[in-house]
């Protein structure tokens, strides 16, 4: 299918706003769900960032940990992208599957975070155990509760700690058992529901 460069210029353009915006927005939604240092310059980044916007929304209370006036602007993006991506590829999708579509694409996304982050904690570890810099303080905040989850179920045997295998294939499954169906229902729920 030919499509026109204004068109695929408008999809690039839209995801890399939208996908900007959620990531900030899930990034303060994770840091502040872990309780990670909030001196740390790119976790402060992340706050200042998405202060005002989360200002407006304040009146939504949290739950326990989680920002849930973070998560509402975060699936809000996402559902504002999958439509304007919809309008652009000229389907009609209902409300209810734009919301539900950027509910998929934002578990997709904290996924997508973990994944990375897990990796990098992993290959920093090889190259430079005991280095110490605020963005590798960070990874190591936002992984180390999963990881010390699954470590009292899966003790390391020795030096090899294999926890973070266990999670990377767990998230893996999650993406394609949850994320990606809720993505597909809300591209598949008609106009008429």
């Not at 326990?64 to 509402?72: D, M, P, Q, S, T």
């Not at 975070?113 to 303080?137: D, G, Q």
């Not at 295998?165 to 229902?185: D, K, T």
């Given at each position: 299918?030919?499509?026109?460069?204004?068109?695929?210029?408008?999809?690039?353009?839209?995801?890399?706003?939208?996908?900007?915006?959620?990531?900030?927005?899930?990034?303060?939604?994770?840091?502040?769900?872990?309780?990670?240092?909030?001196?740390?310059?790119?976790?402060?980044?992340?706050?200042?960032?998405?202060?005002?916007?989360?200002?407006?929304?304040?009146?939504?209370?949290?739950?326990?940990?989680?920002?849930?006036?973070?998560?509402?602007?975060?699936?809000?993006?996402?559902?504002?992208?999958?439509?304007?991506?919809?309008?652009?590829?000229?389907?009609?999708?209902?409300?209810?599957?734009?919301?539900?579509?950027?509910?998929?694409?934002?578990?997709?996304?904290?996924?997508?975070?973990?994944f990375f982050s897990i990796l990098i904690r992993v290959i920093a570890s090889w190259i430079s155990p005991h280095t110490f810099n605020?963005?590798?303080?960070?990874?190591?905040?936002?992984?180390?509760?999963?990881?010390?989850?699954?470590?009292?179920?899966?003790?390391?045997?020795?030096?090899?700690?294999?926890?973070?295998?266990?999670?990377?294939?767990?998230?893996?499954?999650?993406?394609?058992?949850?994320?990606?169906?809720?993505?597909?229902?809300?591209?598949?729920?008609?106009?008429?529901?």
């Amino acid at each position: 299918m030919i499509t026109h460069p204004m068109t695929e210029a408008s999809f690039f353009l839209i995801t890399l706003f939208f996908g900007a915006a959620s990531f900030v927005f899930m990034m303060r939604f994770l840091l502040e769900a872990v309780n990670a240092d909030t001196g740390n310059p790119i976790s402060q980044f992340f706050m200042r960032l998405s202060r005002p916007l989360i200002s407006i929304v304040s009146f939504i209370p949290s739950v326990r940990k989680f920002n849930v006036a973070c998560f509402c602007i975060i699936i809000a993006l996402e559902g504002l992208r999958f439509f304007l991506i919809a309008l652009l590829s000229g389907m009609a999708i209902r409300v209810v599957g734009f919301l539900v579509g950027g509910l998929g694409e934002s578990i997709q996304l904290a996924i997508q975070i973990y994944f990375f982050s897990i990796l990098i904690r992993v290959i920093a570890s090889w190259i430079s155990p005991h280095t110490f810099n605020p963005f590798l303080s960070l990874i190591h905040q936002l992984t180390e509760p999963l990881l010390n989850r699954v470590r009292r179920l899966i003790p390391p045997f020795g030096i090899i700690d294999i926890s973070p295998v266990v999670i990377l294939i767990a998230l893996q499954l999650l993406s394609i058992l949850v994320a990606r169906p809720l993505i597909q229902m809300g591209v598949g729920l008609p106009m008429g529901l």
